[in-house]
């Protein structure tokens, strides 16, 4: 990263510990909320459920309880493997059908691929809302309503538009000689997506599947309308652990925290591809 | 596809009578859904509302992302570090951020916020209850700013250090620098964060869901229509016609996205 210190405030050494500092504070105050979640996720309700307590008995109490199976309930197990499945599939298919779409948008743009993209992001610009009736109708009459397949075509088709303009921007970045070259050489289209585009625009890949994953993991809305019974996924979950009888923040801070740290740890490690993904992928 | 279709059956549903809880059959009333809406009150306050959430969410979002990124846009001990930290809420889950902020930072008898107020000497505050809105605006914007820093950082980072480099030497105050050379370069960046963000915040759910299930000043559209169908209301004809307003409000948002978009690969083109 660029030393942009004296660009941007000016000078002098004390002003930018200073900031350094204010940097500092700022990330704390914003990672709070987050830190105080894992926190009472190792807490006794009776400790969550009072003045806000910084030293106790950490347990892992509440861990166990809300992976054990609840009778009756949506159980730790099945929320997660609804989820994984939902997820791995969805974006799976996003991948296997944007990376076409996005060649022939960008090496070999089609006529009028414009249109073609702004198309695909138009898409994105419907709110689910406005969907969610005919929806709902159409997969009770084919009987998806509470099924994970139900969940792996939404997610293929919300996904879908962001992933075909993200890659179309990578896919951008791949020399025109490169590609020309291993044409001329005999590579047919197979050959040449396999061996010369997609080990360049590996970060990229990465990165978009990374954002599809995350929209897909923390998806709700469709999720609780069109499986609320089987076929329920994580997020529906995490607010199963709200009761209205008894004490439940220490459960939730546990649930939320098992929800949470799959996306949250592979955020953190692709960060950086993230930063190049989401901006500079989505303008060059 | 999956959403273009969906969309025409919406259009003609709109345009029907159709409750399907209790069931009663299905009668083509032509354009009452729309007629007596427009009067409807709860329609409006949500349609008032949506406007609030995102453009509040949207714009204090794009400010706090972007100054966040400048900070971070420098060398100091733990930058990465700090990064990280910062990055964390936009990988939250939307439904845990809200639960997480209603129950355990706005509420009034365990929440920290709260306990900070009483430790010096206000009084505990209902938020949620008090200010439904700007509750969830916070936690929107908690799990956005992240978003847009991303954005920003970005931007920031494919700037050219030779122009800035030259600008000092012709002596232009730092404060000249941000305003003449940096901002206008970050602008493309700001767009892309403002369309992206809109589209996703006009469409908040999740939040509403968890932090107010809705309560008074705080149903935004996409609830309201929920309410009004799957969420118990059942009226699929009229909230049909609700979702058919979202749309064409949508459409407008849209044409102005495009023209965003539009501008970016025009930048391209020149490039």
Same mark, same amino acid.
């Given at each position: ?63 166990? %309880? ?11 197990? %099945? ?191 692709? +960060? ?13 | ?155 920031? +980072? ?32 700001? %767009? ?42 059942? +009226? ?31 930048? %391209?083109?020149?490039?």
């Amino acid at each position: 990263m660029r030393d942009n210190t004296g660009a941007i405030v000016g000078g002098s050494r004390v002003k930018s510990t200073l900031l350094g500092l204010m940097t500092w504070a700022i990330a704390l105050i914003i990672f709070f909320p987050v830190f105080w979640m894992v926190l009472n996720g190792f807490k006794e309700e009776a400790d969550a459920n009072t003045n806000p307590k910084l030293f106790f008995d950490p347990t892992t109490a509440q861990f166990d %309880e809300v992976t054990s199976n609840p009778a009756g309930l949506l159980g730790f197990g %099945e929320a997660f493997s609804n989820s994984f499945w939902a997820v791995g599939i969805s974006t799976i298919l996003v991948l296997v059908l944007a990376i076409p779409a996005a060649y022939s948008l960008s090496i070999k743009p089609v006529a009028k691929w414009r249109d073609v993209l702004f198309f695909f992001i138009s898409t994105k610009f419907l709110p689910v809302v406005a969907a969610i009736l005919p929806l709902w109708i159409i997969a009770r009459d084919l009987e998806l309503l509470n099924t994970r397949l139900i969940l792996i075509i939404l997610y293929t088709a919300m996904n879908l538009p962001l992933a075909v303009w993200m890659l179309r921007s990578f896919f951008a970045e791949v020399p025109k000689e490169l590609v020309e070259a291993s044409q001329i050489d005999g590579a047919n289209l197979r050959g040449q997506i396999t061996s010369v585009i997609l080990p360049i625009v590996a970060p990229g890949l990465a990165a978009t599947a990374l954002l599809c994953v995350i929209f897909a993991w923390n998806e709700f809305f469709l999720a609780v309308q069109l499986n609320p019974v089987d076929g329920s996924t994580v997020p529906i979950w995490v607010t199963s652990n709200v009761s209205t009888r008894g004490n439940f923040l220490a459960k939730l801070s546990a649930a939320s925290v098992l929800a949470t740290l799959p996306v949250v740890l592979a955020g953190w490690a692709a +960060q950086k591809r993230m930063i190049r993904g989401l901006a500079m992928g989505a303008i060059k | 596809m999956v959403t273009q279709v969906p969309f025409l059956f919406s259009l003609w549903y709109s345009l029907t009578d159709w409750t399907i809880v209790p069931p009663s059959p299905r009668e083509f009333v032509g354009f009452d859904n729309y007629t007596s809406f427009f009067d409807n009150q709860f329609f409006r306050e949500a349609v008032w509302t949506s406007i609030l959430m995102t453009v509040f969410s949207v714009l204090l979002s794009v400010v706090f992302g972007t100054l966040l990124a400048i900070l971070l846009d420098r060398k100091f001990f733990g930058q990465g570090f700090v990064r990280t930290l910062l990055i964390t809420p936009f990988l939250i889950m939307p439904v845990v951020a809200g639960l997480i902020w209603n129950t355990q930072m706005f509420n009034s008898s365990f929440g920290v916020i709260n306990w900070l107020l009483d430790a010096v000497g206000f009084e505990r505050i209902e938020f949620v209850t008090r200010f439904p809105l700007a509750s969830i605006v916070i936690v929107l914007v908690w799990q956005w700013t992240p978003f847009m820093m991303l954005i920003s950082l970005a931007g920031l +980072q494919g700037q050219d250090s030779s122009v800035l480099e030259a600008a000092r030497v012709d002596g232009a105050s730092s404060r000249a620098i941000f305003f003449e050379i940096t901002l206008p370069a970050l602008r493309p960046y700001l %767009e892309l964060g403002t369309l992206l963000g809109s589209i996703y915040l006009i469409q908040v759910f999740d939040h509403v869901d968890v932090i107010t299930g809705g309560g008074p000043g705080s149903t935004n559209v996409p609830y309201f229509v929920y309410q009004r169908s799957i969420g118990g209301g059942w +009226q699929f004809g009229q909230a049909s016609a609700y979702s058919i307003v979202v749309v064409i409000a949508s459409i407008i948002i849209a044409n102005f996205g495009l023209r965003v978009l539009s501008n970016l690969l025009e930048g %391209e083109a020149a490039a």
